[in-house]
């Protein structure tokens, strides 16, 4: 269908505004010095002022009504908005209950990534010399691929395993070096690699995988949605003893686990894209492996382990900090893959309302799909009734069977600013798509509406 001229604008806007906050990966030569951070970016959007009409419970609910009385919705549904140009809620409808989230938990994963990382830290893939022995070292780059896809308009551009072998062979024949025997350490990571309360079929089938420290291309062992390696790392290790044997040093076969010491000797290393950017990447196209990595690395930035239950105490501890109520939420994982995640729909809201208000958490919502281009959301807001949102709306999207949720904002007709979250996990089983079109109308009704009594 024809997309109206105000959407077609309003997303090559928002694109251009973004565009200078691309940034890259590249191979760096061993240094001495610690990891460091860029200087901060400028705010892109200015602040939400008050304008226009005033949004009003009782108008709120006269435009959602139709939506939410959509049969396919089943018996437990629900709906919260709120108004972040004047800093309140606005309207609340089954509420009382938390809801299974699914892919919309990544919001709070990624929202607590932002605040423990920050928005320009970047993870180190390296090797390091022990003795006769060369070891590829796992710092937890969820992007990391073997090579570069030559694709420019690629976003972001990631740190590769070709990058990495080619310097790390420059570094090895400027000191002599023509063969080693290599190893590999991807212990930044701990505790299980797949999560105990996932359905048993998750990673077999190539839903998830094993969750590492190193790995490369998420451990699939072909492009797409795939069977996994058994073991992410060991594969990771066998794909760039390949690399260095063709960038011309020998190779010892046998490439297994080896601890790496605190004082070994850096040879070189490959920098992912900055945290911002993969939080961006993660939410536009709900990747799951990547939300599992990000949990990770919350649970070590707050000193609760590598583990995914370090990450989830790091999580929950991070939401309390930033204001959010966590006591009524279970959290299983960092992805929502878990069934057994219960979440408050304010608390989903409540990740992109606290990204709204502080500019260092602005990558949560400019990585947020928009209706109708980009992302999780490139085919939605196409069913009739649904076209007011195409282009205006921007929201996480979550779906497991019978689970259908949205989460983000949209501008309001008037210009209000309205953060929301709807959600259904009850789904009749022969309803799906009728159950997702009617969460759309809901939300493209608010970008339609003054929202006055």
């Known amino acids: 269908?024809?997309?109206?001229?105000?959407?077609?604008?309003?997303?090559?806007?928002?694109?251009?505004?973004?565009?200078?906050?691309?940034?890259?990966?590249?191979?760096?030569?061993?240094?001495?010095?610690?990891?460091?951070?860029?200087?901060?970016?400028?705010?892109?959007?200015?602040?939400?002022?008050?304008?226009?009409?005033?949004?009003?419970?009782?108008?709120?609910?006269?435009?959602?009504?139709?939506?939410?009385?959509?049969?396919?919705?089943?018996?437990?549904y629900g709906a919260t908005v709120y108004?972040?140009?004047?800093?309140?809620?606005?309207?609340?409808?089954?509420?009382?209950?938390?809801?299974?989230?699914?892919?919309?938990l990544k919001l709070l994963t990624t929202v607590a990534a932002l605040e423990t990382l920050g928005p320009d830290h970047w993870f180190s893939t390296s090797t390091v010399r022990s003795g006769s022995s060369l070891i590829l070292v796992g710092g937890g780059d969820p992007l990391l691929t073997l090579r570069r896809?030559?694709?420019?308009?690629?976003?972001?551009?990631?740190?590769?395993l070709q990058d990495l072998a080619t310097s790390t062979a420059k570094s090895l024949r400027e000191q002599g070096v023509t063969s080693v025997t290599l190893g590999y350490d991807a212990r930044l990571f701990t505790g299980p690699a797949a999560n105990a309360k996932w359905e048993p079929n998750y990673v077999p089938e190539g839903i998830a995988a094993p969750t590492s420290a190193l790995w490369v291309n998420e451990g699939?062992?072909?492009?797409?949605?795939?069977?996994?390696?058994?073991s992410p790392a060991?594969?990771?290790?066998?794909?760039?003893?390949?690399?260095?044997r063709t960038a011309g040093i020998k190779v010892a076969p046998g490439v297994k686990p080896l601890a790496a010491p605190a004082a070994a000797e850096k040879v070189s290393e490959v920098r992912s894209a900055p945290v911002g950017d993969i939080v961006e990447y993660v939410n536009l196209h709900s990747d799951n492996d990547g939300a599992?990595?990000?949990?990770?690395?919350?649970?070590?930035?707050?000193?609760?382990?590598?583990?995914?239950?370090?990450?989830?105490?790091?999580?929950?501890?991070?939401?309390?900090?930033?204001?959010?109520?966590?006591?009524?939420?279970?959290?299983?994982?960092?992805?929502?893959?878990?069934?057994t995640n219960q979440v408050p729909?304010?608390?989903?809201?409540?990740?992109?309302?606290?990204?709204?208000?502080?500019?260092?958490?602005?990558?949560?919502?400019?990585?947020?799909?928009?209706?109708?281009?980009?992302?999780?959301?490139?085919?939605?807001?196409?069913?009739?009734?649904?076209?007011?949102?195409t282009g205006l709306v921007r929201a996480k999207t979550g779906t497991l069977t019978g689970v259908h949720s949205l989460a983000g904002l949209v501008r309001s007709r008037t210009g209000s600013l309205l953060v929301f979250a709807v959600a259904t996990d009850a789904v009749p089983a022969?309803?799906?798509?009728?159950?997702?079109?009617a969460l759309d109308r809901a939300v493209a009704a608010l970008a339609t509406c003054g929202c006055a009594a």
């Not at 799909?369 to 009739?384: I, Q």
């Not at 022969?430 to 079109?437: I, M, S």
């Open 149 to 160: 896809s030559g694709n420019p308009l690629d976003f972001p551009v990631r740190a590769t």
């Open 430 to 437: 022969n309803k799906p798509l009728e159950a997702r079109a």
């Open 234 to 244: 060991a594969a990771a290790a066998a794909s760039f003893a390949t690399l260095l």
């Open 292 to 339: 599992e990595v990000l949990l990770r690395h919350v649970g070590l930035a707050t000193d609760n382990g590598g583990s995914y239950a370090g990450g989830i105490k790091g999580l929950r501890a991070t939401l309390t900090k930033l204001g959010l109520n966590v006591n009524k939420a279970r959290i299983e994982d960092g992805s929502g893959l878990s069934r």
């Open 1 to 76: 269908m024809a997309r109206p001229l105000r959407a077609v604008f309003v997303t090559l806007a928002a694109g251009t505004a973004l565009a200078g906050l691309v940034g890259g990966a590249q191979a760096v030569p061993a240094s001495p010095r610690g990891v460091t951070t860029g200087a901060a970016a400028p705010v892109v959007l200015a602040p939400a002022k008050a304008e226009g009409v005033v949004p009003t419970a009782a108008g709120v609910r006269k435009v959602l009504a139709a939506a939410l009385a959509d049969p396919s919705l089943g018996k437990h």
């Open 83 to 104: 108004d972040a140009s004047r800093g309140k809620t606005v309207y609340s409808v089954g509420t009382t209950r938390p809801y299974v989230p699914a892919s919309t």
């Open 220 to 230: 699939r062992i072909t492009p797409g949605l795939s069977k996994r390696a058994a």
């Open 345 to 389: 729909l304010d608390l989903l809201a409540g990740a992109v309302r606290v990204a709204v208000s502080r500019p260092e958490l602005r990558h949560l919502i400019s990585g947020l799909p928009v209706a109708g281009f980009t992302g999780s959301l490139e085919n939605r807001f196409a069913a009739p009734g649904t076209s007011a949102g």
